[in-house]
């Protein structure tokens, strides 16, 4: 099993910053890509960023140019930096990580962290 924590969410107004941070803990071999997610309340849950385990990123067009994600494959963590933050990034921030080496893959989320960007 692989533990997932999440810390650095808060509020902040808009323009601001902020920075996400995901431990894994537990069987952390093998894990392929890690992510965030973010679901905003009356909707539906979305991609974030992602992260494969050779640094390739993928971004969310709403966020692309203001986000940045990163990992640190030895101390099995991943983080994301918010920059020039919105209102309409208001939601909760889920960590995921996958594992490939079964078949369906293995998915793990961590608990969430709210982020709010209001004045």
């Known amino acids: 099993q692989v533990q997932l924590v999440e810390s650095g969410g808060g509020l902040v107004q808009p323009g601001g910053s902020l920075r996400l941070s995901c431990a894994a803990s537990?069987?952390?071999?093998?894990?392929?890509?890690m992510g965030w997610y973010r679901q905003a309340p009356g909707k539906q849950r979305e991609l974030v960023a992602t992260i494969t385990s050779g640094g390739f990123t993928n971004y969310a067009a709403s966020v692309k140019g203001r986000f940045t994600i990163s990992r640190d494959i030895a101390k099995n963590t991943v983080d994301l930096q918010m920059n020039s933050l919105k209102p309409g990034d208001t939601a909760v921030y889920y960590c995921?990580?996958?594992?490939?080496?079964?078949?369906?893959?293995?998915?793990?989320w961590g608990q969430g962290t709210q982020v709010t960007v209001s004045s």
């Open positions: 995921n990580a996958r594992k490939d080496t079964t078949w369906p893959p293995q998915v793990y």
């Open positions: 537990g069987s952390i071999f093998s894990i392929s890509v």
